[in-house]
Antibody
Framework: EVQLVESGGGLIQPGGSRTLSCAASGCIVTSGYMSWVRQLPGKALEWVSIIYDDGRAWYSESVKGRFTISRDASQNMVFLQMNTLRVDDSAIYYC???????????WGQGALVTVSS | EVVLTQSPATLSLSPGERATLSCRVSQSVTTYLTWYQQKPGQAPRLLISDVSNRAPGVPGRFSGSGYGTDFTLTISSLEPEDFAVYFCQQRYFWPTFGGGTRVEIK
């Protein structure tokens, strides 16, 4: 059974940084497609970033240049490094695994990120 | 950005009734259209991929259809556990979601 567990959320000041972690079990993060998807306070869903099995990474325009997705095979974890955070980055961040590109077949429970002064 | 418009925003139905949810896309995504279900306090759950392929464990009362820019999710006979929010998502371009349809108990 695939399980994804996010951690690292919290309250961050505007302009600050935070790294989210996603611990995977029942799957290997270097195979398949690992993504971060966020859900804004109004409930809209936004695809933030994806890393392919070959290591290529892609980002939404709203986070490009500020966020970095990475993975650690030895820990079987995926990370989202978030820099220069803005108030409108506040959301629940979900880690998701796709069996095909750009799809969420499995989801974690989410990590709440609040950017506020 | 590819825009997905879901209608209606809210569908008020009784258990046993048929639910028909629409998703219209601003550009053709051929068959790369996915449906998710989300219940309060939970993550989205994959229901249907590539227009009509039910995910493992999804009951047969859920079905999807469409091509290009017009897609439909049908729940043939609503069960109490089906009252939730449903999102469509395209993966032909950079993935984007619709705004969701809430299926509520009438």
């Amino acid at each position: 059974e695939v399980q994804l567990v996010e951690s690292g959320g919290g309250l961050i000041q505007p302009g600050g940084s935070r790294t989210l972690s996603c611990a995977a079990s029942g799957c290997i993060v270097t195979s398949g497609y690992m993504s971060w998807v966020r859900q804004l306070p109004g409930k809209a869903l936004e695809w933030v970033s994806i890393i392919y099995d070959d290591g290529r990474a892609w980002y939404s325009e709203s986070v490009k240049g500020r966020f970095t997705i990475s993975r650690d095979a030895s820990q079987n974890m995926v990370f989202l490094q978030m820099n220069t955070l803005r108030v409108d980055d506040s959301a629940i961040y979900y880690c998701a695994r796709g069996l095909v590109p750009n799809q969420g077949d499995y989801w974690g429970q989410g990590a709440l990120v609040t950017v506020s002064s | 950005e590819v825009v997905l418009t879901q209608s209606p925003a809210t569908l008020s139905l009784s258990p046993g009734e048929r639910a028909t949810l629409s998703c219209r896309v601003s550009q053709s995504v051929t068959t790369y259209l996915t449906w998710y279900q989300q219940k309060p306090g939970q993550a989205p759950r994959l229901l249907i991929s590539d227009v009509s392929n039910r995910a493992p464990g999804v009951p047969g009362r859920f079905s999807g259809s469409g091509y290009g820019t017009d897609f439909t999710l049908t729940i043939s006979s609503l069960e109490p556990e089906d009252f939730a929010v449903y999102f469509c998502q395209q993966r032909y371009f950079w993935p984007t979601f619709g705004g969701g349809t809430r299926v509520e108990i009438k």
